[in-house]
């Protein structure tokens, strides 16, 4: 008898064991970045370990860096698909999926990461763009800092020095900035440019700070302009089967671990990058120049201005009349979110 009684406490340890293992939830992360790059570790594992942390463990996030679960220009795609419960990556590797929200990334409304997803979140908060997102459930969204333009052997001051030269362009609006004033954009994901760069298949491109120091390209550069005509508008989503699929607690778990504070953490931690990719190159020696106020400069004004122009009129000719508005809500919420 007792060892039958002994049988059954073990068999009973044993259902109770599986049931504890199979209620664990492994939630997979795909993003762009390099796995030891701080925007990993002080965002996207951060993010992991409080998920985890809240859910008592139930949940579980894996992180896939550096696109090894998907490419950058699919990432949102394996988030409505469900090949990645989670993806980050920038919206400007879709053009045209996230017209309204690709306002955000236009001259002059970004002067930080922290300003820019402030903007962005409250936007998305608030209604503005949140329709492009529909697909998926939105995590947090956030920007880079502005990004500036960088170069191998030309130095660049005014807009016709970029005449010829091949420039990575981050995004559409952008690279038709660029293409305007002369360049020959060419597109690439984040990750592939310090190989194209280093074999001379393009001479420059246009980065934040951040970037510049994360994926090494201040190594293969020796120019630079500081001309914010551009940031980039990234997001955290999660697939929306995959959330479903969670229970009620779990769900909540992920919903206070979404919006504002997040997008907070991010912009800080890309500040702090941008700081340190450009004492990076101060540190080399590299030629830095400043255009400190583009929109009225009298070379850079023309061509910006003009880029804005032409994006809010061509929004408004596939019937997105709120373009505008838009617009002047994101260049409203400047001073509020320099706050």
């Known amino acids: 008898m007792k060892h039958a009684i002994s049988r059954l406490l073990l068999a009973t340890s044993a259902l109770g064991l599986c049931a504890s293992v199979g209620a664990q939830t492994t939630l997979r992360m795909a ?17 992991a370990e409080r998920v985890e942390q809240d859910s008592g463990g139930e949940l579980k996030v894996e992180i896939y860096p550096s696109q090894t679960l998907s490419k950058a220009d699919q990432a949102y795609d394996a988030a409505v698909n469900g090949i990645a419960d989670i993806a980050v990556t920038l919206q400007g590797y879709t053009a045209g999926r996230f017209p309204l929200t690709e306002i955000v990334q236009l001259p002059g409304i970004v002067n930080s990461a922290s300003q820019g997803a402030c903007i ?11 329709g492009e997102y529909n697909d998926t459930r939105v995590l947090f969204l956030f920007t880079t800092g502005p990004a500036y333009l960088h170069t191998r052997d030309t130095e660049i001051r005014t807009p016709t020095d970029l005449e010829g030269l091949r420039i990575r362009r981050p995004s559409e609006v952008a690279g038709e900035m660029l293409a305007s004033m002369g360049a020959q954009p060419l597109g690439m994901p984040a990750p592939d440019i310090f190989t194209s760069l280093q074999r001379g298949v393009m001479d420059g491109l246009s980065f934040p700070w951040e970037a510049m120091k994360v994926f090494r390209i201040n190594e293969l550069t020796k120019y630079h302009l500081q001309v914010p005509y551009y940031a ?40 702090a990058l941008d700081e340190a990719g450009r004492e990076e190159a101060v540190a080399q020696g590299d030629t830095i120049h400043v255009v400190e106020d583009p929109l ?27 373009a505008r508005g838009i617009y002047e809500k994101a260049m409203g919420l400047r001073e509020q979110c320099e706050a």
Do not use: K
């Open 120 to 130: 962005l979140q409250t936007l998305y908060d608030e209604g503005d763009i949140a």
């Open 31 to 47: 993003h762009l970045w390099p796995e030891g790059s701080a925007v990993n570790q002080e965002i996207y594992r951060a993010w």
């Open 296 to 322: 009225n400069d009298p070379d850079w004004a023309e061509p910006l201005n003009q880029g804005t122009e032409n994006y809010l009129e061509r929004l408004e000719e596939r019937g997105l009349d709120e």
């Open 232 to 271: 980039g508008a990234i997001v955290a989503t999660m697939s929306q089967a995959s959330y479903e699929r969670l229970s009620p607690e779990m769900q909540a778990v992920i919903d206070e671990n979404s919006g504002m504070e997040w997008a907070q953490q991010a912009g800080r931690v890309f500040d």
